[in-house]
């Protein structure tokens, strides 16, 4: 009996045991399984992050790649757009240089054609008897260009009066009054010098907004006019006698050249050579054939006329008095003379100024 119970304890424990390690399994089973469904999308997770991490880092280097060559294409572009600009600068100024030789040889040429027509047969007539003729030839070439409906028989010789029209602000500007500084209307065109060019002249019309010709002025823009404007390489003037241009010429020691201009065909009729030099000069105008250059100082001060040149040569110039302006604010950025109220209409730093002048009547020779 106690051997048949103590199989049986020893029975019910074995089962009791085989029971206990079966449920550890299933234990172990469920709860792997749990901690293998969990850790499965939390890797999965990890891993997309891990590789859109990746994407957009490739997209950033990408955009980065992309900014740096649209920069580099940007300053390639603009290299090329300056040595353009500088190529056509050079052009002009090639095409200015070959102009002014050309034109100087066309002046020489006729100088010796006349001497070769003109030189006296007699032999003991010197040639300084040819150079005088053609000296007196050349005076009345310029008292031809003088229209007979004109009056110029009065010279400049002084300010009477000025008056303040208002304060237009800005240091630079003009009055775009007929006639009006480095561009002018004259008879239904506008002249100007183009913009980014060294010598070339537009006439527009007004009415209708077309360019109906061009000029290219020998020897001109290849410095300021006017030490004091150096934004003015070339400038225009209108007077009872018409259009003319203002330039300074570096081969002639930086001193003032006027042309005279046909304003219908803006061909060149003459060109003279002056005394008056560019430096510390800040404007000028022309009256009746006679070019007035005002000077003034870096600082700005009170201008004054110090130069006069007269085609006509009816002037004195040497012995010209200084007139001055009345001292204002700080020096004229703009100066021109109107022939037909024949006053001059500044600009005045700003101040838009219109000058009654004093004339003289003079005896023309």
């Known amino acids: 009996m106690q051997t048949k119970l103590e199989g049986k304890r020893h029975s019910g424990y074995v089962k009791g045991k085989t029971y206990n390690m079966s449920l550890i399994i299933i234990l172990f089973l469920l709860f792997g399984t749990t901690q293998t469904q969990r850790t499965t999308p939390d890797i999965m997770m990890q891993y997309f992050q891990r590789q859109l991490q990746q994407l957009e880092g490739r997209m950033n280097r990408c955009e980065q790649d992309f900014q740096q060559f649209g920069q580099k294409m940007y300053d390639v572009f603009k290299e090329i757009h300056g040595q353009t600009n500088k190529m056509n600068v050079l052009r002009s100024e090639v095409k200015g240089h070959v102009d002014t030789v050309a034109m100087r040889l066309d002046r020489v040429e006729r100088d010796v054609e006349y001497l070769q027509n003109n030189i006296p047969e007699i032999a003991h007539v010197e040639i300084e008897d040819s150079l005088l003729e053609h000296q007196v030839k050349e005076a009345k070439l310029k008292k031809s260009v003088i229209p007979e409906d004109k009056d110029c028989s009065s010279v400049l010789t002084g ?207």
């Open 159 to 365: 300010i009477k009066s000025l008056k303040i029209v208002k304060k237009a602000g800005d240091t630079t500007g003009s009055w775009m009054k007929d006639p009006t500084k480095g561009h002018v209307i004259y008879s239904g065109f506008v002249y100007y010098h183009l913009a980014d060019t060294i010598n070339e002249i537009l006439k527009v019309h007004l009415s209708n907004r077309t360019v109906t010709d061009r000029l290219l002025l020998p020897g001109a823009g290849r410095m300021p006019a006017y030490s004091l404007n150096t934004n003015t390489l070339l400038d225009l003037a209108v007077d009872e006698m018409g259009l003319w241009s203002i330039h300074a010429d570096p081969d002639f020691g930086g001193n003032l050249v006027i042309t005279k201009l046909d304003h219908n065909s803006l061909a060149v009729e003459h060109t003279w050579d002056t005394n008056c030099d560019s430096r510390n000069a800040e404007a000028s105008f022309m009256i009746c054939g006679v070019l007035y250059v005002v000077y003034n100082s870096d600082y700005g001060g009170r201008s004054s006329i110090q130069c006069v040149f007269d085609i006509h040569d009816t002037i004195y110039t040497e012995s010209t008095p200084e007139v001055f302006f009345p001292k204002r604010y700080t020096s004229h950025s703009a100066l021109c003379y109107h022939p037909q109220d024949k006053q001059l209409y500044a600009w005045d730093d700003g101040y838009q100024t219109i000058y009654k002048l004093d004339m003289k009547k003079v005896t023309m020779t």
